[in-house]
Nanobody, 127 residues
């Protein structure tokens, strides 16, 4: 009964920006952290960023620090990823995920920490 849907992917030139959105249905009474993952062709899926239920704890992978910003809506069931200064190496399918943890205290950057996955949205950054 849990449904996770991402949107907002697209194609931009290097240095440009995109904002991804994710909506979660079915977990309204279960506090949970949320995360964005990405997978480039031929590479393993990696954790990009995580935000706690309260929004107070936020984690980023080093490669996106200072460029990406994660946030969630006041209803806690909507997740966003603002991506600025995009680079070609950011090209990947981006996945929204709900975490088992509440405060990103588990292995948020690993798939083992994920409870539910979205279907993914393609982000392509050209040089």
């Amino acid at each position: 009964q849990v449904q996770i849907v991402e949107s907002g992917g697209g194609k931009v030139q290097a240095g440009g920006s995109l904002r991804l959105s994710c909506t979660v249905d079915g977990l309204k009474f279960s506090p949970y952290a949320m995360a964005w993952f990405r997978q480039a062709p031929g590479k393993e899926r990696e954790g990009v960023t995580c935000i706690s239920w309260s929004g107070e704890n936020i984690q980023y992978v080093d490669s996106v620090k200072g460029r990406f910003a994660i946030s969630r809506g006041i209803d806690k069931n909507t997740l966003y990823l603002q991506m600025n200064s995009l680079k070609p190496e950011d090209t990947a399918i981006y996945y929204c995920a709900t975490e088992w943890s509440v405060d990103c205290g588990g292995p948020w950057s690993r798939e083992e920490g994920v409870r539910y996955w979205g279907q993914g949205t393609q982000v392509t950054v050209s040089s």
